[in-house]
């Protein structure tokens, strides 16, 4: 729905409301956008009252629980409702990450197509959108993780004392040399789940810092949970594969999952270009990549070659940079986009950002007016984990 002489739309929801109350949600203003309103002390018209309840968690299709950065799972029921009018039939989720927005493009009936840049997304794709489950099942895996010895290997003489416990590295150093006997066609279902694992017993979910220490030490916890951490990677990885035989729906199934291209590579004949970059914070000259989050989950994708990846000068035993072409400068992020948008000339084009932080609201509400004749911005609250703000999500959809 598209309104105003000046075809702009600006849209903002509390995101309880919306939820709870889907057809009764609040439209604090639908007007044309009036620059001074995005001020960088606020937008004017913003609802920083907004309030986010656990209950009213709005995941409306059944994809499987993620503990990814950036992550749209728990914005779902939103970009639904935004995607939902947009005309076309082919799609592409440009940084596809954990695959949600690529799995809920697919439901609303566009022909997907789903990128990231690493390996380990690629892999993990590859799982949820086949139908690998139905290639190995529950009885297999199970015969696969008892026929895993721990063993002396890579792992084990490489991150001794940074991320896992040496009987873990040991254990999957063992998962890793049993790998190879498994049929090839396989290999996905099962690093994607060992992936999971090994996220879920890391505190923070991440590989950014070396901090096995908080495993063994005795405070009380904020971080993730001591018992989550501490249970076997059997366990995790059994769950993990019951929730991605939950997610493998027919539909789902037919999503194409490129090789893992830079997004700025990927060739042109798109209706719907969906862009979910990483964001970057005004307030730090660094943000963290997601190769400085994820390395040790690229490693295990490239298991053959990880030795030779690493940078020996590393204290966290990372991969070495420059690695592809992950997008890492928030300089460059502007004219990225903007380099986007000229290549698929023609087709609609959503962005997800949070607001308030690097490229502006307003910068980048500019860009896509420059570039399209219709622009909406709608905005979200939404609570992070780990995290006491409750920054604005913001979607820009121009056509
Ligand atoms: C904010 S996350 C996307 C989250 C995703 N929409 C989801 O719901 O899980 C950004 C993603 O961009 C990927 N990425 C970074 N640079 C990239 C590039 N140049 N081309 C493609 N993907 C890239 C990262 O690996 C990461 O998965």
Redesign the pocket.
């Known amino acids: 729905m598209w309104e105003g002489e000046a075809n702009v739309e600006f849209v903002e929801k509390d995101v309880r409301e919306a939820s709870l109350k889907p057809t009764e949600g609040r439209v604090k203003s639908l007007r044309p956008f009036a620059m001074q309103s995005l001020s960088r002390k606020g937008p004017v018209f913003a609802d920083h009252n907004s309030i986010y309840s656990k209950e009213a968690r709005p995941d409306d299709i059944s994809f499987p629980s993620t503990r990814?950065y950036?992550?749209?799972?728990r914005q779902l029921t939103w970009l639904r409702e935004e995607f939902k009018s947009l005309e076309g039939v082919t799609a592409l989720d440009?940084?596809?990450?954990?695959?949600?927005?690529s799995h809920l493009l697919r439901d609303l009936g566009w022909e997907t197509t789903y990128?990231?840049?690493?390996e380990f997304?690629i892999i993990s794709a590859r799982t949820l959108f086949s139908d690998s489950t139905h290639r190995l099942s529950e009885d297999t895996l199970l015969k696969f993780l008892n026929r895993v010895r721990p063993t002396e290997g890579f792992i084990t003489a490489t991150f001794e004392g940074l991320y896992f416990t040496t009987q873990e590295n040991m254990w999957l150093d063992g998962f890793m040399a049993c790998l190879p006997s498994e049929l090839e066609k396989n290999r996905d279902l099962l690093l994607h789940c060992l992936f999971q694992a090994c996220l879920k017993k890391r505190p923070f979910n991440l590989f950014h810092r070396a901090n096995l220490n908080l495993r063994h030490s005795e405070m009380p916890v904020q971080f993730g949970n001591r018992s989550t951490w501490n249970k076997s990677f059997d366990t995790h990885i059994l769950t993990t594969y019951r929730e991605v035989q939950l997610a493998q729906t027919a539909r789902a199934q037919s999503i194409q999952v490129t090789s893992g291209l830079?997004?700025?590579k990927i060739a042109p004949g798109f209706d719907l270009v969906y862009l979910?970059?990483?964001y970057f914070k005004r307030a730090k000259r660094n943000t963290e990549t997601?190769l400085e989050r994820y390395h040790f989950l690229e490693g295990l994708a490239r298991y053959d070659e990880w030795p030779s990846l690493i940078d020996q000068n590393s204290s966290l035993r990372a991969i070495k940079r420059p690695y592809r072409?992950?997008?890492t400068n928030k300089q460059e992020l502007l004219v990225n986009l903007q380099h986007m948008i000229k290549k698929h000339s023609g087709a609609k084009f959503a962005l997800s950002y949070v607001a308030d932080e690097e490229p502006t609201e307003e910068e980048l509400f500019n860009l896509f007016r420059e570039n399209f004749d219709r622009v909406r911005l709608s905005r979200r609250s939404f609570n992070r984990v780990l995290s006491k703000k409750r920054p604005f999500e913001i979607l820009l959809i121009g056509q």
């Open positions: 990814f950036g992550s749209k799972r440009a940084f596809g990450g954990t695959g949600a927005v990128n990231d840049i690493f997304n830079c997004a700025g979910d970059p990483p997601y072409l992950e997008w």
